[in-house]
Antibody, heavy 113, light 112 residues
Framework: EVQLVESGGGLVQPGGSLRLSCAAS????????MNWVRQAPGKGLEWVSY????????YYADSVKGRFTISRDNAKNSLYLQMNSLRAEDTAVYYC??????WGQGTLVTVSS | QSVLTQPPSASGTPGQRVTISCSGS????????VNWYQQLPGTAPKLLIY???QRPSGVPDRFSGSKSGTSASLAISGLQSEDEADYYC?????????????FGGGTKLTVL
């Protein structure tokens, strides 16, 4: 069974950093493109970042470019999102998604003082 | 402001047929396929339709998708109370400013 389990969310102060992880199982992780998508409280879905199966191609939304870094470790079947210089508007549930077809349950990031 | 445009709300009575539209442009819907998602309160989005009109296993055939030009539609027939949820469309965007996934703003479906 395909499973995507996010972790690493929590409360962080503005300007702080957080690293999200997504543990994948039930499929050949190294064969699939992965994405991070977020949803602010009461708002719609917003794509954050994309990484190709090998990690050689990466894209970011303008809203996070220069602050967030996506990466993956195919040997560990894991996807990551390093988030720096966090702002209040980054507060959201963050989902990892395989090709936007299979989604995890999300992890909540709250940026507040 | 979302790149893809959806009506913010839709409604219908049990048994009715409801459609939700999703309007984009040549760089997204016009040149790539469309996915549709259902999100129940407090849960993660669930894939409803992929590649414009394909249903994943387990999704009832009451749900169908279509695409024409730069617009797409989700149709729900035989509306049921459990269909009350938020619905989102998404497509890959080949913008020269940088490729990305783009979403509609979501449509809240109410079953009256």
């Amino acid at each position: 069974e395909v499973q995507l389990v996010e972790s690493g969310g929590g409360l962080v102060q503005p300007g702080g950093s957080l690293r999200l992880s997504c543990a994948a199982s039930g499929f050949t992780f190294s064969s699939y493109e992965m994405n991070w998508v977020r949803q602010a409280p009461g708002k719609g879905l917003e794509w954050v970042s994309y990484i190709s199966s090998s990690g050689s191609t990466i894209y970011y939304a303008d809203s996070v470019k220069g602050r967030f870094t996506i990466s993956r470790d195919n040997a560990k079947n894991s996807l990551y999102l390093q988030m720096n210089s966090l702002r209040a508007e980054d507060t959201a549930v963050y989902y990892c998604a395989r090709e936007l077809l299979r989604w995890g349950q999300g992890t909540l990031v709250t940026v507040s003082s | 402001q979302s790149v893809l445009t959806q009506p913010p709300s839709a409604s219908g009575t049990p048994g009715q047929r409801v459609t939700i539209s999703c309007s984009g442009s040549s760089s997204n819907i016009g040149s790539n396929t469309v996915n549709w998602y259902q999100q129940l309160p407090g849960t993660a989005p669930k894939l409803l339709i992929y590649s414009n009109n394909q249903r994943p296993s387990g999704v009832p055939d009451r749900f169908s998708g279509s695409k024409s030009g730069t617009s797409a539609s989700l149709a729900i027939s035989g509306l049921q109370s459990e269909d009350e949820a938020d619905y989102y469309c998404a497509a890959w965007d080949d913008s020269l400013n940088g490729p990305s996934w783009v979403f509609g703003g979501g449509t809240k479906l109410t079953v009256l």
